[in-house]
């Protein structure tokens, strides 16, 4: 057996294998417990509230993400033709991509915090309320971790839209505004046919990511208020190493995995027919 396939097997088959393992097993006393620890996820309330709280959020910043940094590519390519104002745009929006992401949440939390945050202050100096609880509310706590993952990810759409619109020919531009397209029909009939597949792979990119979320969420809101934003990996995390039900937290993160595999397989098919087409 040759070295890398030696290291394979120690990165990735090995802990997968252990993890398949545990679920199937008591952590403390290695007992065999069979598929207890899968059928208990089914009577678990509060797997299925971490469940429909990551599709919101997933759902919210895939949405927001795409539509935003699609609208703002094209925007910047059909306005903005200075090299060193578009280099400029270029670097503002590397700065949130490189930022990590606890240092992200600790940010938002300076934003967010009802006394002394940003946003309550500007609030206030328009002539606004400014008291609002934005972490203790479950729709505003929802809003202001979706809006770091917007703040933090959207650039990157950006960038892969706008590198999309460099590579449509000039001159079925100019033909069709030479008809008299507009700006809706330049876009559906020349621009997104060059940009589907890469949206496609933004998508794929994107959903794994958000799908994962947990630095920030954990930073700004640790889950709450109550389950709001206990998503699927700080419930994960909160099973296995608060309560120590590692067994259990095995079950659970097999689950997520086929979930995440399933969806990526359905992504990945489109990316493919779209690649061949």
């Not at 059928?39 to 795409?66: K, N």
């Not at 309550?120 to 993952?149: E, H, I, Q």
């Not at 709450?224 to 659970?252: C, D, H, M, Q, W």
């Amino acid at each position: 057996m040759t070295p890398p396939v030696l290291l394979l097997g120690a990165l990735v088959a090995y802990p997968l294998l252990y993890n398949v393992s545990l679920a199937f097993r008591n952590y403390r006393t290695g007992e065999f417990v069979g598929v207890h620890n899968f059928a208990r996820a089914f009577a678990d309330p509060a797997f299925f509230a971490s469940l429909r709280a990551t599709a919101i959020y997933v759902t919210a910043a895939l949405a927001v993400e795409i539509g935003l940094g699609l609208a703002l590519a094209l925007l910047v390519h059909r306005t903005i033709r200075s090299g060193w104002a578009r280099t400029l745009i270029y670097l503002l929006f590397i700065v949130p991509m490189v930022t990590p992401p606890v240092a992200a949440g600790v940010i938002a939390r300076l934003i967010y915090t009802p006394t002394y945050g940003v946003l309550n202050a500007v609030l206030r100096a328009l002539g606004g309320a400014g008291d609002t609880l934005w972490l203790s509310r479950g729709d505003t706590a929802m809003f202001a971790v979706v809006s770091v993952d917007v703040w933090q990810w959207m650039p990157f759409v950006f960038l892969v839209c706008f590198a999309g619109l460099q590579s449509v020919p000039q001159d079925a531009v100019e033909a069709a505004l030479v008809d008299g397209a507009g700006g809706w029909q330049l876009f559906r009939l020349i621009e997104f046919p060059y940009l589907s597949s890469l949206l496609l792979l933004v998508l794929i990119f994107r959903f794994t990511d958000t799908f994962r979320v947990f630095d920030h969420v954990l930073v700004l809101t640790g889950g709450g208020p109550g389950a709001t934003t206990e998503f699927l990996s700080v419930y994960l995390y909160r099973i296995a190493f608060k309560f120590f039900n590692l067994s259990y937290a095995a079950a659970l993160s097999l689950f997520v995995l086929i979930v995440a595999s399933a969806a990526f397989a359905v992504l990945g098919r489109f990316l493919g027919r779209e690649v061949a087409q």
